[in-house]
């Protein structure tokens, strides 16, 4: 790792509307429908690029926010008890209409905010200006989505069901209290996407910002009061004694969490009744693609690349381990190894950047661990991109490919959530040392990626595969998209099941209500109707 920054950022490269300006000093935060001022400690929230300012490069120092403590955490969890007041609170009691018209509100109002956040979210987790405008829109269609299928279900909900003599009216209810936690490498989307569809099916919320990537929440806090009643929405920042009080509480119904396994079971211990713990997980993965010998390498090599390399490799959807076929393997290389060559390492806001820093303190030192461990053992670095392979400095490491990765490496178990391709070779997909049994065995499951041509031997093997992971990817790379596909995995990969449509189920309850099917009752299922229709 070099003692000097590979790329520093100059004053005048940085563009106008990107330039972050004054540290941002973000001492309110929201608790029970008001923003409060925040007199406690603050966190210097830095900036993985390093920019000259006069003396050494140094790291940009964005703002800074509050540590939150768990008296904070207990008086957060106070106010959304206090807003469901045990399911007959205003909020639960509201008809889905109102409720989806807080959320519509709250979606204009954060469409007005969207330089700010775009802007913020390129320098503190450093997602190219293209990249970051793209989680922006997605969140913003996503939140439509879920409020355009919502109605659908509400409509489809509103018929009555005879069966055996009875009529039957389902609906569906709230769970209670969201404590909901987002990750830093998509904290919009991901956060958005469990905390929206569980507030609009009447539950309330607790949020605790990601570590990294909590400023650009910031633009939003104002969005949040305007648009929600006190209580239902409490925005907290900090470790993790702020969501301690509320997890040893037992009072936290649903734990809406995307980070890592060891993280969800440390929190989920702290709950005294799990039996009443709903969880909607998202976790770690550690995805394949698997190249067989006839796969069209003009298909496989690009896919595998978006794949593996998209924002760093920093998605749980991310391809992070490859099968190659012997056969094809010499060929693959030179083609894979060509096409990281292309890449283009530099800054968010530079045009074509593929490769930016990593925001992770010590993320290129564990990478560099990874690789090392690697040659120890018998395999080699192939190619590299323009400035090498490997760590550059603290933030930036350039795209590596090393092969031939072996069981007995960390690469070939570990997620490593960062640009670094590891290849193993295999002679016979079935066989014991093969990509099947290697998926099988591994700790996760969420997805792989497979290219061939054979129409008999991909369904075949997607057959299989569909009992080791969720989603089976045919000559394309892993992702999670589009949204209103189903989203979940197997083993220490996801707990639950996310989409538009899945995501309104895991925050909700079926409900029934029954009665005989007699002429005197018809009058009360009318009236059904007319309320749950309100």
Same mark, same amino acid.
């Given at each position: 790792?070099?003692?000097? !920054? &590979?790329?520093?950022a100059?004053?005048h490269?940085i563009?106008?509307e990107?330039?972050?300006?004054?540290?941002l000093?973000?001492?309110?935060? @929201?608790?029970?429908?008001?923003l409060?001022?925040?007199?406690?400690?603050?966190?210097?929230?830095?900036?993985?690029?390093?920019?000259a300012?006069g003396g050494?490069?140094?790291?940009?120092?964005?703002?800074r926010c509050?540590?939150?403590d768990?008296?904070?955490?207990?008086?957060?969890l106070?106010?959304?008890?206090?807003? &469901?007041?045990q399911?007959l609170?205003?909020?639960?009691?509201?008809?889905p209409?109102?409720?989806?018209?807080?959320?519509?509100?709250?979606?204009r109002?954060?469409?007005?905010r969207?330089?700010?956040?775009?802007?913020?979210? +390129?320098?503190?987790?450093c997602?190219? =200006?293209?990249?970051?405008e793209?989680?922006f829109?997605?969140? *913003?269609?996503?939140?439509?989505?879920?409020?355009?299928?919502?109605?659908?279900?509400?409509?489809?909900?509103?018929?009555?069901?005879? +069966?055996?003599?009875?009529?039957?009216?389902?609906?569906?209810?709230?769970?209670?209290?969201?404590?909901?936690?987002?990750?830093?490498?998509f904290?919009?989307?991901?956060?958005?996407?469990?905390?929206?569809p569980?507030?609009?099916?009447?539950?309330?919320?607790?949020?605790?910002? !990601?570590?990294?990537?909590?400023?650009l929440?910031?633009?939003?806090m104002?969005?949040?009061?305007?648009?929600?009643?006190?209580?239902?929405?409490n925005?907290?920042?900090?470790?993790?004694e702020?969501?301690?009080?509320?997890?040893?509480?037992?009072?936290v119904? +649903?734990?809406?969490?995307?980070?890592?396994?060891?993280?969800?079971?440390?929190?989920?211990?702290?709950?005294?009744?799990?039996? =009443?713990l709903?969880?909607v997980?998202g976790?770690?993965?550690?995805?394949?693609?698997?190249?067989?010998?006839?796969?069209d390498?003009?298909?496989a090599?690009?896919?595998v690349?978006?794949?593996?390399?998209?924002?760093?490799?920093?998605?749980?959807?991310? *391809?992070?381990?490859?099968?190659?076929?012997?056969g094809?393997?010499?060929?693959?290389?030179?083609e894979?190894?060509?096409?990281?060559?292309s890449?283009?390492?530099g800054?968010?806001?530079?045009?074509?950047v593929? *490769?930016?820093?990593?925001?992770?303190?010590?993320?290129?030192? &564990?990478?560099?661990?990874?690789?090392?461990?690697?040659?120890s053992?018998?395999?080699?670095?192939?190619?590299g991109?323009?400035?090498?392979?490997?760590?550059?400095?603290?933030?930036?490491?350039?795209?590596?490919?090393?092969?031939?990765?072996?069981?007995?490496?960390?690469?070939?178990?570990?997620e490593?959530?960062?640009?670094?391709?590891?290849?193993?070779?295999?002679?016979?997909?079935?066989?014991?040392?093969?990509?099947?049994?290697?998926?099988a065995?591994?700790?996760?499951?969420?997805?792989?990626?497979?290219?061939?041509r054979? !129409?008999s031997?991909?369904?075949?093997?997607?057959? @299989?595969?569909?009992?080791?992971?969720?989603?089976?990817? *045919?000559?394309c790379?892993?992702?999670?998209?589009?949204?209103?596909?189903?989203?979940?995995?197997?083993?220490?990969?996801?707990?639950?099941?996310?989409?538009?449509?899945?995501?309104?189920?895991a925050?909700?309850?079926?409900?029934?209500? +029954?009665?005989?099917?007699?002429?005197?009752n018809?009058?009360?299922?009318?009236? @059904?109707?007319?309320?749950?229709?309100?």
């Open positions: 790792m070099t003692a000097t !920054p &590979y790329r520093i100059q004053p490269e563009p106008p990107l330039d972050p300006g004054a540290p000093i973000c001492r309110e935060y @929201l608790l029970d429908g008001v409060r001022e925040w007199t406690g400690p603050m966190q210097d929230i830095l900036s993985p690029i390093f920019v300012a050494e490069p140094a790291r940009r120092l964005l703002g509050p540590a939150h768990a008296e904070t955490g207990q008086a957060a106070e106010a959304a008890c206090s807003a &469901y007041d399911g609170g205003d909020w639960p009691t509201r008809p209409a109102s409720r989806m018209t807080c959320v519509e509100d709250f979606c109002l954060m469409r007005a969207r330089a700010e956040i775009v802007r913020l979210m +390129v320098w503190e987790i997602k190219s =200006r293209k990249e970051s793209q989680e829109d997605r969140t *913003i269609e996503y939140i439509d989505n879920t409020l355009a299928t919502l109605r659908a279900m509400l409509e489809d909900d509103a018929r009555t069901v005879g +069966v055996s003599g009875l009529a039957a009216r389902i609906g569906r209810s709230p769970l209670g209290v969201v404590l909901c936690m987002g990750p830093f490498n904290p919009l989307n991901e956060t958005l996407a469990t905390l929206i569980a507030l609009v099916m009447g539950n309330t919320a607790i949020v605790k910002l !990601p570590r990294i990537g909590r400023l929440f910031w633009p939003l104002s969005c949040f009061k305007e648009a929600f009643p006190r209580g239902v929405v925005i907290l920042s900090g470790g993790i702020v969501v301690t009080p509320a997890m040893t509480s037992g009072q119904d +649903v734990l809406a969490f995307i980070g890592t396994s060891r993280a969800a079971e440390s929190l989920s211990a702290l709950h005294p009744r799990p039996n =009443r709903r969880r997980l976790m770690e993965a550690k995805n394949a693609a698997i190249i067989l010998p006839d796969a390498l003009a298909v090599v690009p896919e690349l978006r794949g593996a390399f998209g924002f760093n490799g920093q998605r749980c959807t991310a *391809i992070k381990l490859i099968f190659v076929a012997r094809i393997a010499q060929q693959f290389l030179e894979f190894s060509n096409a990281v060559k890449l283009k390492i800054m968010p806001w530079e045009d074509g593929n *490769i930016t820093p990593l925001p992770e303190p010590g993320k290129t030192a &564990y990478l560099t661990t990874l690789l090392r461990d690697a040659l053992k018998g395999a080699s670095v192939v190619g991109s323009s400035a090498g392979s490997g760590a550059l400095d603290e933030t930036f490491f350039a795209p590596a490919i090393v092969c031939p990765v072996t069981k007995d490496m960390r690469v070939f178990r570990e490593q959530f960062g640009p670094l391709a590891p290849v193993a070779l295999f002679d016979d997909v079935r066989e014991a040392s093969g990509p099947l049994r290697a998926i065995r591994s700790d996760y499951g969420q997805q792989v990626s497979l290219f061939g054979d !129409p031997e991909l369904t075949h093997l997607a057959g @299989l595969l569909h009992n080791l992971v969720s989603r089976v990817n *045919i000559n790379k892993c992702q999670r998209g589009p949204d209103i596909l189903p989203f979940t995995a197997r083993r220490d990969s996801a707990v639950g099941t996310l989409s538009v449509a899945d995501g309104l189920r925050f909700s309850l079926p409900t029934l209500t +029954v009665t005989r099917q007699t002429p005197a018809t009058p009360i299922l009318d009236a @059904l109707k007319r309320e749950e229709g309100a």
